[in-house]
């Protein structure tokens, strides 16, 4: 419960566990490439099954692991299966992990898009600058890797420096926001059914402050969330994570607590 999952930085990757390993959203194309990936999976599982029942020990332990891949590759067919006949938004499948920072992001987030567009799923977490991370960002006219810059030590030009990346940030994300608000869902947009949490897990980089965080809550969620507000909350009483649960809540996930979690944001009218 404390692991956190594996991330992906490759959009060629990421593409292919969201629509399959044929190169492109082109029907046709998927298809051809989801019956092959069957015909391949369903001799690999007859060799198992013959297999099963005549090992043990580490053998069996290693066969094991081998039918856990096996069944991950199946899951992903099954959705390449699921998707094959559906009409995409026509997109090769990129080539890999662009050199620049920004069209690294702005195509992470394009498919996102298109992610929740066809309805592939309806969850994503996408960490757009890791913890210590070393990037610069010429582009804005920084040149110092941005981890070192957090700890600034009251040093207003670093401060300065943190607060153009920051901004930075932000405007691949409102990029992002107005794509959603762009693609037609139903009456409205996909803004309209979405609920995007944006923000980071610390406050304060040079004093390791994790109280008091700035958080954005995007998306109008079907109509139940009011935007254009900024609620402040006691910070000894509501960790983040209350607002998490509190969106999970919405979503139908009847858990009890997530994290530290003390309860659900009862002042957040307009999200219950």
Same mark, same amino acid.
């Given at each position: 419960?404390?692991?956190?999952?594996?991330?992906?930085?490759?959009?060629? $990757?990421?593409?292919?566990?969201?629509?399959?390993?044929? #190169?492109?959203?082109?029907?046709?194309?998927?298809?051809?490439?989801?019956?092959?990936?069957?015909?391949?999976?369903?001799?690999?599982?007859?060799?198992?099954?013959?297999?099963?029942?005549?090992?043990?020990?580490?053998?069996?332990?290693?066969?094991?692991?081998?039918?856990?891949?096996?069944?991950?590759?199946?899951?992903?067919?099954?959705?390449?299966?699921?998707?094959?006949?559906?009409?995409?938004?026509?997109?090769?499948?990129?080539?890999?992990?662009?050199?620049?920072?920004?069209?690294?992001?702005? $195509?992470?987030?394009?498919?996102?898009?298109?992610?929740?567009?066809?309805?592939?799923?309806?969850?994503?977490?996408?960490?757009?600058?890791?913890?210590?991370?070393?990037?610069?960002?010429?582009?804005?006219?920084?040149? /110092?890797?941005?981890?070192?810059?957090?700890?600034?030590?009251?040093?207003?030009?670093?401060?300065?420096?943190?607060?153009?990346?920051?901004?930075?940030?932000?405007?691949?994300?409102?990029?992002?926001?107005?794509?959603?608000?762009?693609?037609?869902?139903?009456?409205?947009?996909?803004?309209?059914?979405?609920?995007?949490?944006?923000?980071?897990?610390?406050? /304060?980089?040079?004093?390791?402050?994790?109280?008091?965080?700035?958080?954005?809550?995007?998306?109008?969620?079907?109509?139940?969330?009011?935007?254009?507000?900024?609620?402040?909350?006691?910070?000894?009483?509501?960790?983040?994570?209350?607002?998490?649960?509190?969106?999970?809540?919405?979503?139908?996930?009847?858990?009890?607590?997530?994290?530290?979690?003390?309860?659900?944001?009862?002042?957040?009218? #307009?999200?219950?």
């Amino acid at each position: 419960q404390t692991t956190p999952m594996p991330r992906e930085t490759n959009p060629r $990757l990421v593409f292919e566990r969201l629509f399959g390993d044929a #190169g492109s959203t082109d029907t046709g194309v998927r298809r051809a490439r989801a019956k092959q990936q069957r015909s391949i999976l369903d001799a690999v599982m007859d060799k198992v099954a013959r297999l099963q029942g005549g090992l043990a020990g580490e053998d069996q332990r290693k066969l094991d692991n081998y039918l856990d891949a096996v069944r991950e590759i199946e899951r992903r067919i099954q959705i390449a299966e699921s998707q094959a006949d559906r009409e995409l938004p026509l997109l090769e499948s990129p080539a890999g992990i662009p050199v620049s920072f920004e069209d690294h992001a702005r $195509l992470m987030y394009d498919l996102l898009v298109l992610a929740y567009q066809t309805d592939t799923t309806r969850v994503f977490t996408y960490m757009i600058g890791r913890e210590q991370s070393g990037t610069t960002y010429p582009q804005i006219g920084v040149a /110092d890797p941005h981890h070192p810059l957090t700890h600034h030590r009251g040093d207003r030009e670093k401060i300065e420096k943190v607060k153009k990346i920051n901004e930075y940030h932000v405007s691949l994300f409102s990029e992002f926001v107005a794509k959603l608000a762009g693609t037609p869902d139903g009456d409205g947009s996909l803004i309209d059914n979405v609920m995007l949490l944006y923000g980071a897990p610390i406050r /304060d980089g040079d004093a390791h402050q994790y109280n008091n965080v700035p958080l954005l809550l995007l998306g109008h969620d079907g109509g139940a969330i009011r935007g254009n507000r900024h609620l402040v909350y006691p910070a000894d009483t509501n960790p983040m994570t209350n607002l998490q649960l509190t969106m999970l809540h919405r979503l139908g996930v009847r858990v009890d607590n997530f994290g530290d979690s003390t309860g659900k944001l009862k002042e957040l009218s #307009g999200l219950s």
